[in-house]
């Protein structure tokens, strides 16, 4: 290993030795990730484009800000020590940004082998967010309001009706089979009754967003009441407890584990319906604007767009994740 | 050594019940078939005694103790706790399991606190709780969380969360049959402190002859399923006991004769 370094420096510096005394303070996936970073900045400004894209010039000077951030962090990391674990972590991750923004770069713009309208440099999307940035803005916020109105309202539904089934043997003869055959059904199948059954295309896209994220919820919370130690109820029972307590405070904390489950599912459900429900006579909408520029061949704002909706939705996740990780903190022993 | 039995009462009044069980035959459905578990058994305990329940395993003990809990009916007889027949559970009829069966999403605090909480009277009796930990020894964990437990520790804490309810009847299933060896030994001679200190009556089920004798001041032994009672005896040594007493020695033998495993 310190062979190989030796040979790489030799050929790289005129004095291996003294190179060598500050490689050691020095963090080598933040050179390597402020080379890459640069090389992306200097093919965008430096090579001439097949077709223009605008942007050029901001998308070069921010790549080439965060090759000289990565430049500073290199020197800087050794010093910091224990406040930059998380940097170093990510160190290899950097690097393969920068890579992938170079390639990305010269396969789009610079030597069209990619060709417009398909595809688009990263230039490209970060025009599409300086132009269009008032107009998203709008989506986003139209997004956010149907997806979380649809979202809690279907989970709030799905977990109510999935403790009830899980608890009663009446509710459940009755409520399991017709569960059973909706739960398959695409979630977007139902939009021809929605337009009969709903005053306006808003709440028919809370009602589609909310069942796509509510089945999941219902029956991972009815499997996880039903799954319930039945000695937790015995335990309660002996002990004074009325069934509205064994209901609240025994089946619907030991069925938390399967519900989050539910929980993730249906978040995945609903994005994926998301674009589906903003067809439904929407104004606005990040679903709604991809399907806009779409028939418009606008892909790089399709792609810019899409960009967003996958950043939300992991964010999203991460939120779920910190609430489980909280609620959940009883489990840590059985996981 | 002579624990009072004043010294660490939880609640204000000593009670304990007697227990009248009277011809009572129990069977279990099994999809058509009924097997019978229980085949008229008659027992009577005083109020404040400590009765051992022993037989083979899988004789219809555990079930026994389910329906002087209250948390099953009988097929047939009754089962009368100072004279008023059972017919539902009853936080002065209080089962500890052979697992500790604590919630794993509550503390121990909220565990043991779960039969105050569930008749609604925790706001005015939160002391009681911590009394009940303290009586256990488990004060130093009432924050931790079931899974950060011992075996023996969850199993004191369960034992503390029927005491917090101060219970005239305390019915133990097993406690300890899952405990190591050693583990078993101090909470044998934990359990004979805490029924001498709190005065409740006590009917253990138990497979071990030797925890028996050591808690028990009556043994019971029971046949193979369906069970009938055996043969009945009386412990009369003074607590707290030696296991190496010649007298309990000698009533080993003897009842591990009517088991049929005398060597």
Redesign the interface.
């Known amino acids: 290993m310190s062979n190989a370094i030796e040979t790489l420096d030799g050929g790289a510096a005129s004095s291996p030795a003294s190179l060598r005394n500050v490689q050691s303070g020095v963090w080598t996936n933040g050179l390597l990730a402020a080379a890459a970073w640069a090389a992306a900045a200097l093919a965008t400004v430096g090579l001439p484009d097949v077709v223009p894209w605008g942007s050029q010039g901001l998308f070069a000077a921010i790549v080439g800000g965060g090759a000289a951030i990565f430049f500073a962090l290199a020197f800087a990391v050794p010093r910091l020590g224990r406040l930059a674990a998380g940097v170093v972590h990510y160190g290899p991750w950097f690097i393969a940004i920068g890579v992938w923004f170079t390639l990305w770069e010269l396969t789009t713009a610079k030597f069209g082998w990619l060709p417009k309208p398909f595809f688009s440099p990263p230039n490209g999307l970060l025009n599409v967010y300086v132009t269009e940035a008032p107009r998203l803005i709008i989506c986003i916020a139209y997004t956010l309001r149907l997806w979380s109105l649809g979202f809690v309202s279907g989970v709030a539904i799905g977990y109510a009706i999935g403790v009830a089934l899980g608890w009663s043997k009446r509710f459940s003869y009755w409520g399991m089979p017709i569960l059973k055959l909706i739960g398959p059904v695409p979630a977007t199948a139902w939009i021809p009754c929605t337009f009969f059954f709903f005053p306006t295309t808003f709440a028919a896209s809370v009602f589609i967003v909310a069942l796509a994220s509510g089945i999941p919820v219902m029956i991972l919370t009815s499997s996880g009441v039903a799954s319930v130690?039945r000695?937790?109820y015995?335990?309660?029972?002996?002990?004074?407890?009325?069934d509205w307590?064994l209901v609240s405070?025994?089946a619907a904390?030991?069925s938390?584990p399967h519900v989050f489950v539910g929980l993730f599912m249906g978040l995945y459900y609903s994005f994926a319906v998301l674009v589906v429900a903003e067809m439904l006579g929407a104004k606005f909408g990040l679903g709604w604007y991809i399907q806009f520029q779409t028939a418009y061949s606008g892909y790089a704002n399709v792609y810019a767009t899409l960009l967003i909706m996958a950043l939300i939705c992991a964010g999203i996740v991460k939120v779920l994740f910190m609430t489980r990780d909280r609620l959940?903190?009883?489990?840590?022993?059985?996981i | 050594m002579v624990a009072r039995a004043t010294a660490v009462r939880i609640a204000s009044s000593p009670r304990s019940v007697g227990v009248d069980i009277r011809g009572v035959s129990h069977a279990f459905d099994l999809g058509g078939s009924r097997l019978p578990v229980l085949d008229s058994v008659s027992l009577s305990v005083a109020g404040g005694e400590f009765v051992a329940l022993l037989g083979p395993s899988g004789c219809g003990k555990s079930t026994l103790l389910r329906l002087v809990?209250?948390?099953e009916q009988p097929s047939a007889g009754v089962i009368a706790v100072d004279g008023s027949p059972i017919d539902r559970?009853?936080?002065s009829?209080?089962?500890v399991?052979q697992?500790p069966?604590l919630?794993?999403?509550?503390t121990v605090w909220n565990n043991v606190a779960?039969?105050l909480?569930?008749?609604s009277v925790l706001a005015q009796h939160r002391s009681r709780v911590d009394a009940a930990l303290d009586l256990v020894g488990l004060n130093g964990f009432a924050q931790a969380?079931?899974?950060?437990l011992s075996g023996g520790m969850a199993q004191r804490a369960a034992l503390a969360?029927a005491l917090v309810?101060d219970p005239a009847l305390l019915l133990l299933d097993e406690p300890l049959g899952k405990l190591d060896s050693l583990t078993r030994l101090t909470l044998q001679v934990e359990l004979v402190a805490l029924w001498r200190k709190a005065g409740f009556t006590a009917l253990l089920v138990t497979h071990d002859v030797e925890e028996a004798l050591l808690l028990a001041s009556r043994v019971v032994v029971l046949t193979e399923r369906p069970a009938r009672i055996k043969a009945e005896f009386s412990v009369e040594q003074t607590y707290p006991r030696h296991r190496d007493d010649p007298t309990l020695i000698a009533l080993r033998r003897r009842i591990l004769g009517v088991l049929g495993l005398a060597t």
């Open positions: 130690n000695a937790y015995d335990v309660g029972r002996n002990l004074g407890a009325s307590y405070r025994i904390p030991a938390l959940l903190v009883w489990q840590k022993g059985f | 809990s209250g948390l559970p009853d936080p009829r209080i089962l399991f697992d069966t919630f794993p999403w509550a779960t039969g909480e569930a008749r969380y079931p899974h950060q969360r309810n």
